[in-house]
């Protein structure tokens, strides 16, 4: 399993220089609703890609920190963030490391959109501050599709968070344009 995912890191590295993924610009439909809602404060957004979502809250005043494993999707969020005017701190590092942790009690909110990857799930509730929130969306798999490492089973993100107080919990068709496939959303509160 670890290997296909960093199979993935190279794949998405190559994206991203090759100009094939990086142009979203448009936050996660789900992020929208949730920070309207909220009020600013600190933010992870894990596995961000070149950055649509970090982008989105650093302009709504929040102090966000983007992570990612491809150096070519921080390089387009850098690039953005200061065509923005827009602070946001950055880091390259493979999620899938056993050594990859989280400083405690420090976020508001963790964003995980469009990524699997189910010892991650571990790592967030002790890097949330009290009342912090998990913003999570994972694709599920196609009707006759297996479940894997890349999809969730039919209920499995609610079952990730049981014991959480859930804010919105969706499975179904994609409601974000830059992806097709079905997917579960929930946004899970820390008691």
Aim: net charge negative; charged share 25%; aromatic share 8%.
């Amino acid at each position: 399993m670890a290997h296909d995912q960093e199979m993935d890191i190279a794949g998405w590295e190559q994206m991203y220089r090759s100009g094939e993924r990086g142009s979203e610009d448009a936050p996660t439909r789900l992020l929208v609703e949730t920070a309207a809602n909220l009020s600013p404060g600190t933010a992870i957004d894990l596995a961000c890609g070149a950055g649509r979502n970090a982008l989105f809250l650093a302009g709504l005043g929040w102090t966000v920190t983007a992570v990612d494993g491809s150096p070519a999707a921080i390089e387009i969020l850098k690039r953005r963030a200061k065509e923005r005017g827009l602070v946001i701190g950055t880091e390259v590092a493979d999620l899938t490391a056993p050594d990859f942790a989280l400083p405690l009690h420090s976020f508001d909110l963790i964003v995980i959109a469009y990524y699997l990857q189910r010892s991650l799930f571990a790592k967030v509730e002790p890097a949330l501050k009290p009342d912090g929130m998990v913003l999570a969306i994972v694709h599920t798999p196609e009707k006759g599709e297996p479940t894997d490492y890349k999809r969730a089973a039919p209920g499995e993100l609610r079952r990730t968070f049981e014991g959480w107080k859930i804010l919105h919990y969706y499975e179904g068709p994609s409601r974000d344009p830059a992806h097709r496939r079905p997917v579960a959303e929930i946004v899970a509160q820390r008691y």
